[in-house]
Nanobody, 125 residues
Framework: QVQLIESGGGLVQAGGSLRLSCVAS????????MAWFRQAPGKEREFVAF????????YYADSVKGRSTISRDNAKNTMYLQMNSLEPEDTAVYYC??????????????????WGQGTQVTVSS
């Protein structure tokens, strides 16, 4: 059974950094795209960044562009999100997601096949 397991969240002051990790445990297939989404209280889940597993091309939401870097380690089946210059507005539960297909809109949560449980990121002002 494939599971996505996030870690690395926590409480940080504004201006600080965090590195989130997402391990794809038990995965025997090659993922097409993996992504990070986040959901703040009372808000819809929103796209943060994606990475194509083969080739490594990336794309970021405007809200995190320039402050965050998504990467992956194929050998470890692990995806990362390095977040710098964190702002209180970044406070949310961060989820990693996986999809097998290259087709469709990578920014839509509904197009992803597998989700992790989430890791809380809290940024204090």
């Amino acid at each position: 059974q494939v599971q996505l397991i996030e870690s690395g969240g926590g409480l940080v002051q504004a201006g600080g950094s965090l590195r989130l990790s997402c391990v794809a445990s038990g995965r025997t297939y090659t993922s097409a795209v993996m992504a990070w989404f986040r959901q703040a209280p009372g808000k819809e889940r929103e796209f943060v960044a994606f990475i194509r597993w083969s080739g490594g091309s990336t794309y970021y939401a405007d809200s995190v562009k320039g402050r965050s870097t998504i990467s992956r380690d194929n050998a470890k089946n692990t995806m990362y999100l390095q977040m710098n210059s964190l702002e209180p507005e970044d406070t949310a539960v961060y989820y990693c997601a996986d999809r097998r297909s290259l087709s469709g809109n990578y920014l839509l949560p509904s197009t992803y096949d597998l989700w992790g449980q989430g890791t809380q990121v809290t940024v204090s002002s």
